[in-house]
């Protein structure tokens, strides 16, 4: 949810203008049904772009399958966008560097039965979230976080968000090139505790490793790509536990930015 991108957020807005959001159906957004299109998502964001005010192009930010969304937005609203920050992102290439047992395609993901929210889930999921993840926040705002992750409604988001994956990554691989921006892939090495309920830690490792692969990829593909692995994070904590990670990623783009905006201006005069 948004709120788990705060010390980000704060980090960032020292830099430039900032805003987090939450999703249709995610922590303190309006209830909607869920999985939804990267059409749908991306449509609303633009709106809620335009609504905020701030002038385009924007450097937009994305953690996973958020990342996705990041991903479609640049390919519908090319000229709206400045730069690229993916975080751990969810990519239409994933299969190409999986094992078998790993690839999104083999695995029946539109299938998969949600599961029930029980108390034992609940208190797995309590856990997990207090291992670590939200240390860096103020107290306060740590149990608020953290309740609403747990809450009836949002405790199964993740799951239920990411029900259509394969249909996104199809609108992914027909929508077109992404635009010729500075991005920057950030990646989360260490094996989280909340990573082990659905896999083991084999099957993680290879699927770092796999994803690894695929986000060097990433990077090489863009004319101006970088790709940051950081050992001390995982593919969930990296947005709370390495804000500092993503301020410097954002600081880094707005340089580029800068720097070729300089360029250009030299080459007009």
């Known amino acids: 949810m948004g709120l788990d991108y705060l010390l980000s957020q704060q980090r960032v807005a020292e830099l430039s203008s900032c805003v987090i959001y939450d999703r249709a159906g995610t922590g303190w957004s309006e209830d909607a049904d869920l999985p939804r299109s990267a059409g749908e998502v991306t449509e609303e964001l633009h709106d809620l772009l335009r609504l905020v005010g701030g002038p385009a192009p924007h450097i937009l930010i994305g953690h996973?399958?958020?990342?996705?969304?990041?991903?479609?937005?640049?390919?519908?609203?090319?000229t709206e966008v400045a730069a690229l920050v993916l975080v751990e992102p969810a990519h239409p290439d994933w299969d190409t560097y999986m094992p078998d047992h790993l690839k999104l395609a083999l695995n029946q993901t539109a299938d998969l039965a949600v599961p029930e929210v029980s108390e034992d889930l609940v208190s797995l999921a309590r856990g997990q979230l207090e291992a670590g993840m939200f240390d860096g926040f103020p107290s306060d705002l740590r149990e608020l976080l953290i309740n609403k992750h747990l809450s009836p409604e949002r405790l199964l988001v993740g799951i239920k968000e990411g029900l259509n994956v394969l249909s996104v990554m199809d609108e992914l691989r027909a929508g077109g090139p992404l635009p010729d921006v500075p991005l920057i892939v950030l990646s989360g090495t260490a094996i989280g505790p909340e990573m082990t309920v659905f896999q083991t830690e084999d099957n993680l490792r290879e699927q770092i490793a796999g994803s690894q692969r695929l986000f060097d990829a990433i990077a090489a593909s863009a004319p101006?790509?970088?790709?940051?692995?950081l050992p001390d994070a995982s593919h969930v904590s990296l947005p709370m536990t390495r804000p500092d990670a993503i301020a410097e990623a954002v600081k880094d783009v707005l340089h580029q930015l800068r720097l070729t905006d300089s360029q250009t201006a030299g080459h007009s005069a």
Do not use: D, N, T
């Not at 958020?66 to 479609?72: L, N, Q």
């Open 224 to 229: 101006h790509g970088q790709h940051r692995s």
């Open 64 to 78: 996973s399958l958020g990342a996705a969304y990041v991903h479609r937005y640049a390919q519908r609203f090319p």
